[in-house]
């Protein structure tokens, strides 16, 4: 596995694939679990070569954020990387992405506030926008023939949706289903942060979640009652803990493909996803999992 630090040095390896080649890309802002892992995984199963990025990527982190303490775990990453079949990570450091004569950023209407007024893009106003751009230069260095993206982020995963149509990016993306530990909590670099106090009670948004998909299947598909479960079911669970402090962010049921806000009676909870994203203590945590899951 090479580990590569330029794009100078990228690109010069990149011409010596073949064209015709198939490439597998992973991008990855590093802290590197099961999850990321999985992604590799499929994607040296599926194709010739699989390169993988690690780069935490200010753009997508306001002041105030945890860029400083985002988990850095450089050796560690690069072993699960080369366990998992990646043949080439790119590692970029200093301003290699991001030189001071930078001055383009990329948006895409899925990720704006107005698309949904309860996502990540509507809390966190420039988190898509730097998403966007990363990833723009990230596919246009890699030229990937298939990229690789976790359900766990699934407004990321409509954001990628987007700019692979409207940008007419020749390649394929491929959402691959949320990795869980034993207990549910859908794996996170950010998971690292929790106290164990915290690690113990995590769980509780996969628990509300199913919570709302059990509701689903017994014949509740009004969104706004729906809602309310999950909000319900977080406020009973955390009423009465002690010394934990928990803020729910919001909860959402959108459209799967286009993340837009549904309302009233759903009409295909097939296509429907519900999303919650709580703080617990000074941990951002998000999961989502389709209203009725139909397997393949
Ligand atoms: P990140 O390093 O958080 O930017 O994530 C890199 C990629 O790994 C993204 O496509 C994520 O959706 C994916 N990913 C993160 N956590 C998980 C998980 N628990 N299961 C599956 N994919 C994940």
């Known amino acids: 596995m090479k580990v590569v630090r330029t794009v100078l040095d990228f690109r010069g390896l990149r011409d010596l694939l073949a064209p015709t080649t198939s490439i597998g890309f992973v991008s990855t802002m590093g802290g590197l679990h099961e999850g990321h892992v999985s992604l590799i995984r499929r994607s040296a199963v599926e194709n010739r070569f699989t390169i993988v990025s690690i780069f935490v990527n200010p753009a997508q982190f306001a002041p105030g954020e945890d860029l400083s303490a985002y988990p850095r775990t450089e050796a560690s990453d690069l ?61 246009s260095l890699v030229r990937p023939h298939r990229t690789y993206f976790g359900q766990k982020d699934a407004q990321q995963c409509a954001v990628v949706r987007q700019l692979v149509r409207d940008l007419w990016l020749d390649m394929c993306l491929i959402v691959c289903p949320t990795v869980r530990e034993a207990d549910g909590l859908a794996m996170s670099s950010r998971n ?23 509701e689903c299947k017994e014949g509740v598909h009004n969104a706004e009652q729906l809602r309310l479960g999950v909000r319900t079911f977080l406020e009973r669970e955390m009423e009465n803990v002690k010394n934990v402090t928990f803020e729910l962010i919001y909860v959402s049921i959108c459209d799967c493909d286009t993340m837009k806000e549904l309302e009233g009676d759903l009409k295909d909870p097939s296509r429907a996803l519900i999303c919650t994203t709580a703080m617990l203590g000074k941990t951002r945590l998000l999961d989502n999992v389709v209203l009725i899951p139909v397997h393949k």
């Open 79 to 139: 072993s699960k990387c080369n366990a998992a079949g990646a043949d080439v990570v790119f590692a970029p450091v200093g301003d290699e992405v991001y030189p001071s004569n930078f001055g383009t950023y990329v948006t895409t209407a899925v990720g704006n506030p107005a698309c949904n007024p309860c996502s990540e893009g509507a809390s966190r106003p420039t988190f898509f926008r730097g998403v966007a751009t990363v990833l723009i230069k990230l596919f």
């Open 192 to 214: 690292a942060y929790l106290t164990p106090m915290e690690r113990q009670l995590a769980p509780v948004l996969f628990h509300a979640l199913t919570a709302a998909q059990k």
